[in-house]
């Protein structure tokens, strides 16, 4: 074989094979802060005098030219007033605190419709907003019908998503295990909301954000659904949050959605907790 030949084999095999997938750094940004939130709010059984701070946080994950935000937080003045919030900062102010610009976030992956969740979706303008289809279809459709339910979504928030799908900056998931980016897959089953959905960030040491699939690491530790799922759904959530495990490989590296000890268990600066 010629020196040409061997050249044109080589780079033909470079380009066939596979592209690594990007070394994502996660960080965990908190937004706020509700006080003395009942425990038995978020786990099933829990004592119905016992509270505890939670924490408001969006999750932001960079790698391979992108900054994705899981979950978008909220600003509207209605749930500030109905869920008073200490420290206070808007979604898009809280991210610069991680050194990312509001107009370079670059994707958002909602894991549920839920006004804390979903709210903020407004103030990232260039972002792709990844949701699931069928969580999209029935909170643009049917939950707005005689006998569908809504509670916890913000129609603002349903028409700014439907806007944002008329401007081609909607993406919908299809599924359960759907590779959004390259390393970043998303799960379904835990029944949160209609469709609700939580990530798995590959890695040396892959990392599963439960976002409220899993409210706190109480839930893990004892092995109990969260307290806002039916009761046929509880069993589901309950077998979800030890997938969670299987796919993280460890109880460590499954972040619950509104646990201040993220930020205590990982290293942090300010509103950032650095967890990988």
């Given at each position: 074989m010629n020196r040409a030949a061997l050249a044109f084999l080589v780079s033909s095999l470079l380009a066939a094979a596979p592209a690594d997938k990007p070394g994502y750094t996660i960080e965990a940004i908190r937004y706020g802060t509700i006080r003395a939130f009942p425990v038995s709010a978020l786990v099933i059984g829990a004592p119905k005098e016992e509270k505890t701070d939670i924490a408001m946080v969006v999750w932001l994950i960079r790698g391979g030219g992108h900054n994705v935000l899981f979950d978008s937080g909220f600003h509207r003045e209605s749930w500030l007033k109905q869920f008073p919030t200490e420290d206070y900062l808007r979604p898009d102010e809280a991210v610069k605190a991680a050194?990312?610009?509001p107009e370079d976030v670059t994707d958002i992956v909602i894991s549920h419709a839920h006004w804390?969740?979903?709210g903020g979706?407004?103030?990232f303008p260039k972002a792709l907003v990844w949701i699931q289809k069928q969580e999209f279809a029935y909170y643009t459709g049917d939950a707005w019908q005689q006998g569908g339910?809504?509670?916890g979504i913000d129609k603002?928030?349903?028409?700014?998503?439907v806007r944002l799908n008329t401007e081609g900056r909607l993406r919908l998931v299809d599924g359960d295990d759907v590779e959004i980016l390259p390393g970043i897959r998303a799960y379904t089953g835990a029944r949160h909301t209609f469709a609700s959905q939580y990530i798995r960030v590959d890695g040396e040491a892959s990392v599963v954000l439960a976002s409220d699939n899993c409210y706190l690491y109480r839930n893990l530790?004892?092995?109990k659904a969260g307290a806002t799922f039916s009761e046929a759904d509880q069993p589901a959530n309950i077998r979800n949050q030890e997938r969670m495990i299987q796919l993280a490989g460890s109880a460590d590296r499954v972040v619950p959605g509104h646990d201040p000890r993220q930020f205590e268990k990982f290293p942090a600066q300010g509103r950032v907790a650095k967890i990988r």
């Open positions: 050194g990312v610009k804390d969740h979903m979706i407004d103030l339910k809504h509670g603002e928030d349903v028409q700014v998503l530790a004892e092995h």
